[in-house]
């Protein structure tokens, strides 16, 4: 399979040339941008990210690495990692990278889009994630596409001196195939049919 579609986006697997796009819209000194995307983690090089992509195995069938393709440029990626088949269930993480491609409809489409390609052709069950409790916009993108929340992991994260909580949300092959379904019958935008 070359790329998964949504209504608006592609999903594609990484190449060399996206890590040198990711490092540089990570060259900011904005502190709300580098929380929302790596929690704090330490600066990296972008000769760092090349060797990190370079050792990645190729067969390593517990993740699911992808760009998020939008008016022929990157603009994110989203993940699909920890994946257990005999459990069925997999843990997602998305970002957008540029604030100027946000609040455009893209992530939501991508995340529907890998959702719908996790239970339908990977065949999991559940896929779940982690968020700030205080990331409205992505708890919104997430409920929207059928995430429930679950419950909140008390002060897991160490950002800006102080412990933050993690909120669990998890969704339902099951869950996710309704709120697919209602979508539709609202005539809201939904990814295309396999
Ligand atoms: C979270 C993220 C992936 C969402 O993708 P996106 O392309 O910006 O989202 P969309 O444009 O598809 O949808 C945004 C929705 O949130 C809503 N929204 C925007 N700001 C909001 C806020 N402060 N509170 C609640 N909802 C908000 C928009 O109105 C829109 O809702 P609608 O589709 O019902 O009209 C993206 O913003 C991002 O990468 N942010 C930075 C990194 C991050 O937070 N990653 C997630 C970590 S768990």
């Known amino acids: 399979m070359a790329w998964i579609t949504g209504d608006r986006v592609l999903l594609r697997a990484w190449e060399r040339d996206d890590v040198r796009i990711r490092w540089e819209t990570d060259q900011t000194p904005d502190a709300t941008e580098l929380r929302l995307r790596d929690w704090h983690g330490p600066p990296r090089s972008l000769a760092a990210r090349e060797a990190e992509f370079e050792a990645i195995d190729p067969d390593d069938e517990s993740v699911v690495a992808l760009v998020i393709v ?16 005999r459990n069925r269930m997999g843990r997602l993480g998305i970002s957008i990278w540029r604030a100027e491609d946000r609040n455009r409809g893209y ?32 708890i919104h993108v997430y409920e929207k596409v059928g995430f429930v929340r679950e419950g909140v992991l008390r002060e897991t994260h160490y950002a800006e001196g102080a412990y933050s909580d993690a909120l669990v949300m998890g969704v339902l092959d099951h869950e996710f195939e309704s709120r697919l379904q209602k979508r539709r019958e609202e005539g809201a935008p939904s990814v295309r049919q396999a």
């Open 107 to 138: 992530g939501s489409d991508a995340v529907t889009a890998l959702v719908r390609w996790a239970f339908r052709e990977l065949n999991l069950h559940r896929v779940e994630l982690t968020v700030d409790p205080s990331n409205a916009r992505a």
């Open 70 to 85: 939008a008016e022929d440029r990157v603009i994110g990626d989203v993940r699909l990692f920890d994946i257990d088949r």
